[in-house]
T-cell receptor, first 108, second 117 residues
Framework: LAKTTQPISMDSYEGQEVNITCSHNNIATNDYITWYQQFPSQGPRFIIQGYKTKVTNEVASLFIPADRKSSTLSLPRVSLSDTAVYYCLVGGGNKLVFGAGTILRVKS | KAGVTQTPRYLIKTRGQQVTLSCSPISGHRSVSWYQQTPGQGLQFLFEYFSETQRNKGNFPGRFSGRQFSNSRSEMNVSTLELGDSALYLC????????????????FGAGSRLTVL
């Protein structure tokens, strides 16, 4: 079963790039890596998903090395509204494993 | 289109009681999955229903059960409530393939916050 490890918290300032890494050493061949953002009193919201190499969308980039044992979510030029908890999710079926989440605090 | 709707948003129960939570998925989504979120254990997968059948189940006791109706709406039931069942219960819906395919994106509702006294 893939176990994921993320930093508990990170601090940043507005306008900076933030990189959050998730470790998933036991990732299976057919597992995807998905990142979600959660604000207080809300459900998690999809940010980005990838399988290998690099994926970019309008809000973030996801870097996955060749061995796929980790992944890095990159948020360019964060703002105060990016203060939230970020989760990485690995797997599918009954082996959905969420990371414990990284609290990102963006300061002005 | 409308998102995932969960009711009720907040509820308080006492130990030994039972509770039923409801989830209406995005129109056209046939998969509904349930999650428990607590400060200590984080987000944990409970089970998934796809076309009215439970297809996947996490590691929770039998007191946690669910069902799905023909319109894809789902209910989750917890019987004989314990203090440790206090949590935010989230449901998510997804399209083709359901949760089995890790490639599917989950759309979560806002959750039902259960407090057990």
């Amino acid at each position: 079963l893939a176990k994921t490890t993320q930093p508990i918290s990170m601090d940043s300032y507005e306008g900076q790039e933030v990189n959050i890494t998730c470790s998933h050493n036991n990732i299976a061949t057919n597992d995807y890596i998905t990142w979600y953002q959660q604000f207080p009193s809300q459900g998690p919201r999809f940010i980005i998903q990838g399988y290998k190499t690099k994926v970019t969308n309008e809000v973030a980039s996801l870097f996955i090395p060749a061995d796929r044992k980790s992944s890095t979510l990159s948020l360019p030029r964060v703002s105060l509204s990016d203060t939230a908890v970020y989760y990485c999710l690995v797997g599918g079926g009954n082996k959905l494993v969420f990371g414990a989440g990284t609290i990102l605090r963006v300061k002005s | 289109k409308a998102g995932v709707t969960q009711t009720p948003r907040y509820l308080i129960k006492t130990r030994g009681q039972q509770v039923t939570l409801s989830c209406s998925p995005i129109s056209g989504h046939r998969s509904v999955s349930w999650y428990q979120q607590t400060p200590g254990q984080g987000l944990q997968f409970l089970f998934e229903y796809f076309s009215e059948t439970q297809r996947n189940k996490g590691n929770f006791p039998g007191r946690f059960s669910g069902r799905q109706f023909s319109n894809s709406r789902s209910e989750m039931n917890v019987s004989t409530l314990e203090l440790g069942d206090s949590a935010l219960y989230l449901c998510a819906s997804t399209g083709w393939g359901g949760v089995i395919s890790g490639a599917n994106v989950l759309t979560f509702g806002a959750g039902s916050r259960l407090t057990v006294l």
